[in-house]
């Protein structure tokens, strides 16, 4: 150990375990050892194993400062070889652009956006416009980046629309404001997406697309048309999008939206006759002249979130009738009863019907009947 062959001692240490202070000393031996080969590598330019072995070492020495020295070192050689995008990943290592990251290691931050800016000229210059954007976007206010990301994007998105990728093109267009003819271009590109989308049935992007335009060539008409596709893949009266689609085509009187907006949100009621006042399953189609006579009722269609007042009237077999409504309005899968009887000992036979109105319009929604005997 004294001689500095510490490799050498550590393992003669490490054959004593037990003895004296032999673990302490071993384990120094083996840390300087390694200290050692870590400085004497840095000092050779092999930064990137320095950094390695010094950071291994933890709190030893000046292990730790020695560690972010080497890498920084290291980020500064890919740097100077070109290697733009290995530079920025380890600048930022130390700490450029990280959030929550208070300390950032010597001028870090500013030689990761540099690595980026470096890196987005030589993508500009190959004409790789995409990773061009990227990189001036990451390179932030650094040297001219600021000015080269517009020309970038402009040049860029007019290669999404030479290759059909109209969506992301529009959208860097609309990024891009006032540059060049960029306002006209945003247009011209998303409404051309819009009918791409048209011609593909793919109605919820082309509705999307077409609100956007406004009143660009006939983006309007355009628009009615996705929502009415839209509507004709979609009637299923729960669909709040198909529901809202129908308002708004009907008050444009569009179309057949209409009667296709009466048709899916018409009030329906069902009735199932029997002599049971918790049974509303069983439909019998004859019962007892003798005990009540129960009509259930269940609604369903209508409006999404919207309800019904109804009204009934029950004929009895007499053919007397009886007036009456529930003092509550009905929702989709509400269900309830009605009922007649007689207080005779000797009821009469025949029919006994129930009809059920919408209580607003005196629409009859429904009727049922069963024989009395």
Known sequence: M????????????????????????????????????????????????????????????????????????YAD????????????SAFCALGAFKKGVNVVY????VKAQEAKYLYGLACFESGDYKNAVEAFELAGDYKEAPAKLPEAKYLY????????????????YKELGDYKDSAELYKKTCYQHGLNMLEKKMWGDAVDVFSKLDNYEESKSKLKEAKYGYVLAHKNNSDML???????????????SKEIYKSL??????????????????????????????GHIKVSGGPPGESVKLKYTLVFPTGKPLYDSWD???????????????????PPKGTFKIRVYNKVTRELLAEGSVKIK
């Open 265 to 294: 949100y018409a009030w329906k009621v069902s009735i199932v006759m029997n002599d049971s006042e918790t049974d509303e399953t069983t439909n019998k189609t004859s019962i007892s002249r003798h005990g009540k006579y129960y």
């Open 2 to 73: 004294n001689s500095g062959a510490y490799v050498e001692a550590a393992a003669e240490f490490e054959k004593i375990p037990l003895y004296s202070d032999s673990n302490d000393k071993a384990l120094y031996c083996r840390n300087q050892a390694a200290y050692l080969e870590a400085k004497a590598l840095k000092d050779a330019g092999e930064y990137k194993k320095a950094a390695d072995i010094f950071a291994s070492l933890g709190d030893y020495s000046d292990s730790k400062a020695l560690a972010k020295e080497s890498n920084y070192l």
């Open 157 to 172: 998105a007019d290669s999404l629309v030479g290759s059909s990728d109209l969506k992301d093109a529009y959208k860097l």
């Open 77 to 88: 050689s890919l740097l100077n070889s070109g290697k733009y995008e290995e530079a920025y």
């Open 242 to 256: 198909t529901y809202r689609y129908l308002e708004e085509l009907k008050e444009a009187k569009y179309k057949d």
């Open 106 to 109: 010597k001028d870090s931050t």
């Open 328 to 346: 509550y309005p009905f929702r989709r899968g509400d269900t309830s009863w009605c009922c007649g009887y007689y207080e005779s000992s000797n």
